[in-house]
Nanobody, 125 residues
Framework: QVQLVESGGGSVQAGGSLRLSCAASGRTFSSYGMGWFRQAPGKEREFVAAISWNGGATYYADSVQGRFTCSRDNAKNTVYLQMNSLKPEDTAVYYC??????????????????WGQGTQVTVSS
């Protein structure tokens, strides 16, 4: 069983930065792409960013392109989301997930087979 644990969330003012981490258990971390999604109150979970198994490719939602950076350290079984120039509309619970290559694209919620518990990010204006 895979366990994903997010950390690094918090409250910041608009324009600030946060770095989220997602630590994974298990020996197969480096074989899977990983993704970040977020969910605001009353809204569906939406794609934020993803990274391929070796870090060679990254993908971003238009709303975060140029502000967020997704990276990974396979030696530490950890994926990161560096968030800069944060906006109030970035406020949400952020989740990391393990991508199932055979289930579909990185931007689809149903393409992920394991999720973390989430970490709250609150951006005030």
């Amino acid at each position: 069983q895979v366990q994903l644990v997010e950390s690094g969330g918090g409250s910041v003012q608009a324009g600030g930065s946060l770095r989220l981490s997602c630590a994974a258990s298990g020996r197969t971390f480096s074989s899977y792409g990983m993704g970040w999604f977020r969910q605001a109150p009353g809204k569906e979970r939406e794609f934020v960013a993803a990274i391929s198994w070796n870090g060679g490719a990254t993908y971003y939602a238009d709303s975060v392109q140029g502000r967020f950076t997704c990276s990974r350290d396979n030696a530490k079984n950890t994926v990161y989301l560096q968030m800069n120039s944060l906006k109030p509309e970035d406020t949400a619970v952020y989740y990391c997930g393990r991508h199932n290559y055979y289930a579909g694209g990185y931007d689809r919620v149903n393409s992920y087979d394991f999720w973390g518990q989430g970490t709250q990010v609150t951006v005030s204006s």
